[in-house]
């Protein structure tokens, strides 16, 4: 018999024990041990019964156990000073409230939305990459002090929950999430009434969601959830699945993503006096329609022009694009966008054909019917980054029909790239080792050199560290063999068929993980391309390697499920299958014992398609080697002696064929170089070179890796000049309207600008380096005044047929003003290279407030 209704209902604490709640509902918890021990000290049965869900777990221990402890004076004692430690967690000064000075103006607030995020597995409301960089983000800037409010959505079934059929086949299950059951609170007005915001949709109907709060450390994440009873009940299922739905379904959850978002950051500030949000950070582009909203807040409470509001808020807007493929972005019809915007649900001040032009593919490549998320994205922010160096060159070459007219370095998009949050990742043993030779366990948030925690690895022993990684390395095995037999039964085993699952995997035998999505650039199948040249490398008589898989394809990608397949048949092989496994239902959970337990981490991208990939950062803080393709982070962090590079057969137009010599290249490498180091031993049984290569690791990537460095890289680089930008333009608005007006000045005086004529003098035929060249350009500018523009010289090095190279760009100054609007610029190059030299000149527009030259788009160059 079904119940026709579920709910939970959460335990009553006695008094001494209410603060086993306080520590329950901060989400912290879920990166500190120390918390952790104290749960498991409660019960420790129960605990682990629980999934480490404190949450779940306070409603499973008995009420004798809890009546037992509030009379325990030592256990008390010990819960007292696990809340005062998270008090001072909560309020102390941290490294962000220390570098704030009038030099380096911090922002009050951070408005932080993303469509998913991973914090910890017991809030499943995350898919793959991007939310588990969101979790990483949130975690991190709790840690630093860093004042942000993380905003997102709460889907009543979460991500897919993934199993196999007994034939391989990705099989998906949507276990219904009860919010009361989770650790969330519900944000309410002062008279106890739930706090709701509401959106318009067309035909008058409307989308009303409730804010649940969950409390990351320092950092509050409000999820909304449209699941209440004032919709329809089309209505209510907007937040029903993460990347669910069709076309319309995922319109409506990017409005409420975005535009009710504003409004739950608006509600929270209200009701509990938060700080609102200076800067506005949209972690791709699924939570654009943000910047809708507050320009509609400043067209109808402050009164402004569209394009002075506009300018307000993308001079406080920061846009993050993590996708270096076109089908990872979100687009919608033209008309669709037009029917929820327009009509009796347009609002006065955002015009519908505004909204559309923002959105719009109008460059050479685009689809003029089709509604782009990213490009709205750029378009509504001033600032914009991509998540690596090599994908800050993708990004610049994949948006570069918005800026056609600049070189690609030019294009305004820099890089930062990511970093995971090693409390989250690094397992406690490595932790312990640290601390047993006398440094504090993990990196420190308000360390100003992060290299001295790093550099304690010197310290330690190899044998040391060897043991740890073994026994690091049997825990994967345990969980591993765990799991499997949980799917084999799901597959429909019977117990004397799964016999054989005691014995898969080895503490002893090099261990490799491969764990992603899998779609088909990340090519989980690229090792099966030799069948049994793979089979030779498992069994090797005295060097056998073991492969530890996992990844979920999404549910309507049909080619994704037939990888999985094609790889569990391969592992179901009686032959191999005790040293090659496929783990289902890749999630956080699995992933905590997976990184530490792997000797190395495995990535074999089809290059440049992987924007960065964060698990083999996580595998490095863990004392594990990449094997991967130069893509991604590795591409700028990989230095040839911590780990090893899969060469890339870039150029090679065949897919098959560029597979089969890359595929070669991966078990090359695995045979010749990296199981021999593995099992190169000395007298005690430690393979010393392999130990130099983890200590290397440890050294070089430890620092770089860290979302320390990431965020801190964020708030000095992005949110700081945003915050800056922003508060120019707020005040009394006169300077957001005068930079309305100014660039509605240029775009339509433009066409007029024209570079006449460019001469130069002062050098000899034979000119040595320390010549000075005189260059002169005689511009048109038509309506325009030589104080809208910046004439510029551009001189280098010339490459191939005249290809200016290693640029310097200097200003040419204003010499003379003749009739007509034409005039004359003037200055001096300096030949500081020897070799072929060149340069040219290019007309730019110029104004204070604009964040890049190629903020507008425009420029003029000579006619060759």
């Not at 200016?804 to 007509?820: P, Q």
């Amino acid at each position: 018999m079904r119940a026709i209704r579920r709910f939970t209902v959460r335990p009553v604490l006695p008094q001494p024990l209410e603060a086993l709640g306080e520590l329950a509902g901060n989400l912290r918890w879920s990166w500190h041990p120390e918390t952790q021990d104290l749960f498991a000290s409660v019960d420790a049965s129960a605990w682990e019964a629980s999934g480490h869900d404190p949450v779940r777990f306070l409603g499973a221990v008995p009420l004798a156990r809890l009546d037992q402890l509030a009379g325990d004076a030592e256990f008390l004692g010990q819960l007292a000073a696990a809340r005062s430690d998270l008090e001072r967690y909560m309020t102390g000064e941290r490294w962000y409230q220390r570098s704030a000075s009038s030099e380096t103006p911090l922002p009050a607030s951070i408005g932080y939305f993303s469509p998913e995020f991973g914090i910890t597995a017991v809030l499943p409301q995350y898919s793959g990459g991007l939310g588990i960089l969101a979790g990483d983000h949130l975690k991190t800037a709790s840690d630093l002090g860093v004042p942000i409010i993380g905003v997102g959505l709460l889907y009543r079934h979460g991500y897919f929950r993934q199993s196999l059929s007994r034939d391989g086949w990705q099989q998906e299950t949507y276990p219904v999430l009860d919010p009361d059951g989770l650790p969330l609170s519900l944000l309410r007005e002062e008279d106890g009434s739930v706090a709701k915001i509401e959106i318009g949709l067309p035909s008058e109907e409307s989308l009303t969601a409730r804010i649940w709060v969950a409390q990351v450390g320092r950092v509050p994440l409000l999820l909304l959830d449209s699941d209440v009873e004032e919709n329809s009940e089309v209505i209510r299922t907007v937040t029903d699945r993460l990347y669910g739905g069709n076309t319309e379904h995922r319109l409506r959850q990017e409005m409420l993503l975005g535009i009710g978002g504003v409004r739950a950051i608006r509600a929270f500030s209200r009701i509990t006096g938060a700080t609102a949000p200076e800067v506005f950070h949209t972690n791709e582009g699924h939570a654009g329609f943000l910047g809708l909203e507050r320009i509609r807040e400043l067209t109808e409470d402050a009164g402004l022009s569209f394009d002075a509001a506009l300018e307000v808020s993308r001079a406080g807007t920061v846009f993050t694009t993590h996708t270096p493929v076109p089908a990872g972005i979100d687009r919608f019809p033209l008309d669709l966008v037009a029917q929820y915007f327009g009509g009796d649900n347009a609002c006065p001040g955002v015009p519908v054909d505004r909204i559309l032009a923002l959105g719009a593919e109008q460059y050479d490549g685009g689809d003029p019917a089709m509604f782009n998320m990213a490009v709205m994205g750029f378009r509504l922010s001033q600032r914009a980054n991509g998540v690596s160096q090599l994908h800050g060159v993708v990004s610049r070459g994949m948006f570069g029909g918005l800026w056609p007219q600049f070189d690609a370095e030019e294009r305004p998009i820099t890089s930062i790239t990511n970093g995971v949050h090693a409390p989250t990742w690094v397992a406690r043993e490595i932790f312990d080792l640290a601390r047993s030779h006398g440094v504090r366990p993990g990196p420190d948030p308000d360390a100003d050199d992060p290299h001295l925690v790093f550099d304690v690895v010197d310290k330690v022993p190899g044998k040391e560290i060897w043991d740890t990684k073994r026994i690091l390395r049997q825990r994967l095995v345990d969980d591993a063999r765990s799991r499997m037999r949980k799917s084999w039964k799901q597959r429909g085993a019977a117990p004397a068929e799964v016999k054989w699952i005691d014995s898969a995997l080895d503490a002893n035998v090099l261990t490799i993980g491969f764990a992603r999505r899998v779609p088909s650039y990340k090519r989980l199948t690229l090792m099966l391309r030799d069948p049994d040249r793979l089979k030779r490398l498992l069994l090797h008589p005295e060097r056998p390697v073991q492969l530890v898989i996992a990844g979920k394809s999404h549910p309507a990608d049909e080619g994704g499920k037939k990888l999985i397949q094609e790889m569990v048949r391969f592992a179901d092989d009686p032959e191999v299958r005790h040293r090659i496994v496929f783990l289902p239902n890749y999630d956080i959970a699995m992933a905590q014992p997976l990184y530490p337990g792997c000797d190395v981490w495995l990535n074999n991208p089809l290059r440049p398609y992987e924007a960065c990939g964060t698990s083999g950062m996580k595998a490095a803080l863990n004392g594990g080697l990449n094997l991967s393709i130069l893509d991604g982070w590795w591409d700028e962090w990989y230095d040839g002696n911590n780990g090893w590079s899969i060469p890339s057969a870039d150029g090679v137009d065949d897919p098959d064929h560029r597979d089969d010599i890359e595929a070669t290249a991966l078990y090359d490498l695995i045979e010749n170089e990296v199981a021999p180091r593995f099992y190169d031993e000395d007298e005690e049984g430690t393979p010393v070179r392999w130990i130099e290569m983890v200590r290397h690791t440890l050294k070089s990537l430890g620092p770089k890796v860290l979302a320390d460095r990431m965020v801190r890289d964020y708030v000095m680089k992005l949110y700081s000049p945003s915050a800056q930008s922003s508060r120019t333009l707020n005040g009394d608005y006169a300077g957001a309207q005068q930079l309305a007006d100014w660039k509605h000045h240029v775009r339509t005086g433009w066409s007029g600008v024209g570079i006449d004529h460019v001469e130069s003098s002062g050098i000899s035929d034979a000119p040595e380096i320390g010549d000075k060249l005189e260059v002169r350009a005689f511009v048109s500018l038509g309506s325009l005044s030589p104080d809208d523009v910046d004439v510029q010289v551009i001189h280098g090095r010339i490459r191939h047929e005249d290809d200016l190279v290693d640029t310097t760009v200097s200003s040419l100054a204003l010499g003379e003003t003749y009739e007509a609007g034409r005039h004359r610029f003037e200055g001096t190059v300096s030949l500081a290279t020897s070799g072929p030299f060149g340069y040219t000149v290019r007309v730019l527009p110029k104004n204070p407030h604009l964040a890049s030259a190629a903020e507008l788009g425009f420029v003029t160059l000579p006619h060759y």
